[in-house]
């Protein structure tokens, strides 16, 4: 089955570096999402980047997407304590399913 | 998270016995779905449903069973909990799939 693969597993970085995470899938898709997961709560959905898309922004986000690469990369700039979470990627299935990749987790040090 | 509940937040209970969990929205999303997360798994997605009594298996359903009876309610059945369901279950919702999912905030269950 397609499935992001997040790679680093663990980032550990101070506050007010850059953070880059990086995803790969297995197979050709439509668009490719990003959540972000705090401690013990749900996922929040950050980000959607479509296929015929490259590059998209949002605040401190910056999403690219190679899909001749088949990868993505999450880069949250100037970073605070309070990014400080779980960062997983996700893609579309097959029936409205989304398949998730075991996630990245980022500690923003004070 | 707004428009989507989970209940109970917490359980524990013995192995063998059936355990039914909730996911309530107030959202009308059509889609709903049952992911379960566990360290070294990251979330896997257990059952789903694509509207009222139309459901479907996901990659790690043998022993989960669910339903659908209504737009704002799935519920999800262990039959007979054994302690590898031990584990955080979150339901998520949407009606736009490509375009995202709203997760509720996890239930944690531990069989023992």
């Known amino acids: 089955s397609q499935q992001g693969e997040e790679d680093p597993q663990a980032l550990s970085i101070q506050e007010g570096e850059n953070a880059t995470m990086n995803c790969s899938y297995k197979?050709?898709?439509?668009?490719l999402q990003w959540y972000r997961q705090n401690s013990g709560r749900g996922l929040v959905h950050l980000i959607l980047?479509?296929?015929?898309?490259r590059e998209k922004h949002s605040g401190r986000l910056r999403v690219t997407l190679d899909t001749s690469k088949k990868s993505s990369s999450l880069l949250i700039t100037a970073s605070r304590a309070a990014d400080t979470a779980s960062y997983f990627c996700?893609?579309?299935?097959?029936?409205?399913?989304?398949?998730f990749g075991q996630g990245t987790t980022l500690q923003v040090k004070p | 998270d707004a428009g989507i509940t989970q209940s109970p937040r917490h359980k524990v209970t013995e192995t063998g016995t059936p355990v039914t969990l909730r996911c309530h929205q107030t959202?009308?999303?059509?889609?709903m779905y049952w992911y379960r997360q566990d360290p070294g798994h990251g979330l896997r997605l257990i059952h789903y449903?694509?509207?009222?009594?139309?459901?479907d298996k996901g990659e790690v359903s043998d022993g989960y069973s669910v339903s659908r009876s209504k737009t704002e309610d799935f519920l999800l059945t262990l039959e007979s909990a054994t302690s590898s369901q031990t584990s955080v279950y979150f339901c998520?919702?949407?009606?736009?799939?490509?375009?995202?999912?709203?997760f509720g905030s996890g239930t944690r269950l531990t069989v023992v």
């Open positions: 998520a919702i949407s009606e736009d799939p490509s375009a995202g999912y709203t």
């Open positions: 197979t050709s898709i439509n668009n």
């Open positions: 980047i479509r296929s015929n898309e």
């Open positions: 996700a893609t579309p299935g097959r029936g409205g399913k989304l398949i």
């Open positions: 959202e009308n999303h059509r889609y």
């Open positions: 449903s694509y509207g009222v009594k139309d459901t």
